[in-house]
């Protein structure tokens, strides 16, 4: 992936707004989940539609404090477990209590995103969805992969105060190299100058 292609990363602000807007529109639990799926457990489009609730759910049926993702939801075999920020889990309850409700509901098989047509969506919705979105708020440059390229960028940001390194937020990432993950890390310029005043 060249940098000149890459979708651009978003701030908080972009993502509240990006979080506001959806949450104006029709099925707006639904819209707000798959925004978080992407900024805050950076999931690519595949895998948010092919999420399912045994992947997210414990033994009695509660939401988990882990992604259980499969090699079968995810791209070629970056399957992997994710931590669930506590926003996230808040949306995913919520939602899980009205997913439980609708008709054939099954949490042992069934999709978390769906639609009013199919029990499960396609990934090209989900770029198309992210997409309109994107255009509809006026964040240029932005796609179904900025909330994974921010959740990366982030996460590598942030990961040595907890005493991580990059080799956790690779595999949060699911890459199979730790040269995809520092792709998607995008630059700070006042950090890098900041480090050399430092030296």
């Known amino acids: 992936m060249s940098l000149g292609k890459q979708a651009k990363t978003l701030n908080k602000k972009q993502i509240d707004q990006l979080l506001w807007y959806?949450?104006?529109?029709?099925?707006?639990?639904?819209?707000?989940?798959?925004?978080?799926?992407?900024?805050?457990?950076g999931l690519r489009a595949k895998e948010i539609a092919e999420l399912k609730w045994d992947m997210l759910t414990d033994a009695d049926g509660e939401i988990a404090y882990s992604i259980r993702l499969t090699d079968i939801a995810s791209k070629g075999r970056s399957g992997r477990i994710l931590p669930i920020n506590m926003q996230?889990?808040?949306?995913?309850?919520?939602?899980?209590?009205?997913?439980?409700?609708?008709?054939?509901?099954?949490?042992?098989?069934?999709?978390?995103?769906t639609t009013e047509r199919s029990a499960k969506t396609q990934a090209q919705a989900i770029v198309n969805m992210f997409a309109a979105w994107y255009a509809d708020?006026?964040?240029?440059?932005?796609?179904?992969?900025?909330?994974?390229?921010?959740?990366?960028?982030?996460?590598?940001?942030?990961?040595?105060?907890?005493?991580?390194?990059?080799?956790?937020v690779q595999a949060l990432a699911g890459h199979s190299s730790l040269a995809v993950t520092q792709r998607y890390i995008e630059e700070n310029k006042q950090a890098k100058q900041q480090v050399v005043e430092l030296l």
């Open 137 to 168: 708020v006026g964040l240029i440059g932005c796609s179904s992969h900025s909330g994974r390229r921010t959740f990366i960028t982030n996460a590598a940001r942030k990961i040595s105060s907890v005493g991580g390194s990059l080799r956790d």
């Open 88 to 113: 996230l889990r808040l949306k995913l309850q919520d939602w899980l209590q009205d997913a439980s409700k609708q008709r054939g509901f099954d949490i042992a098989s069934s999709h978390v995103i």
């Open 22 to 41: 959806v949450g104006t529109l029709r099925h707006a639990k639904r819209n707000e989940l798959i925004v978080l799926l992407s900024v805050r457990a």
